[in-house]
């Protein structure tokens, strides 16, 4: 999983995934994310290879400290 965020001040991120009928979970704990340019950017995992499997409905967001907004995703 990648993410990069602009105009971010806090370079620290997590990601939190929520199973169909489930609540919200962390998937990772908060990692430092580095700065390139005005962005700030982090990965879990390699080329999307490694990682848990999860079913279809699945929602996984990433957020980044200091941020109320997440950026979301649903599984198909």
């Known amino acids: 999983m990648y ?5 971010v001040r806090s ?3 997590r990601w ?3 199973k169909p009928g ?8 908060w990692k430092r994310a580095g700065r390139v340019g005005t962005f700030v950017e982090t990965s879990w ?3 999307g290879h490694t990682g848990p499997v999860y079913p279809r409905g699945t929602r996984i967001c990433v957020e980044f400290k200091g941020l109320s907004t997440k950026a ?5």
Not at 22 to 29: C, E, H, L, P, R
Not at 72 to 76: D, K, S
Request: aromatic letters at 4%; hydrophobic letters at 35%; one cysteine or more.
């Open 3 to 7: 993410a990069s965020r602009e105009g």
């Open 16 to 18: 939190v995934v929520k």
């Open 45 to 47: 995992g390699r080329d």
């Open 22 to 29: 489930g609540a919200w979970k962390a998937g990772s704990g």
């Open 72 to 76: 979301c995703v649903t599984l198909r």
């Open 11 to 13: 370079g620290t991120a």
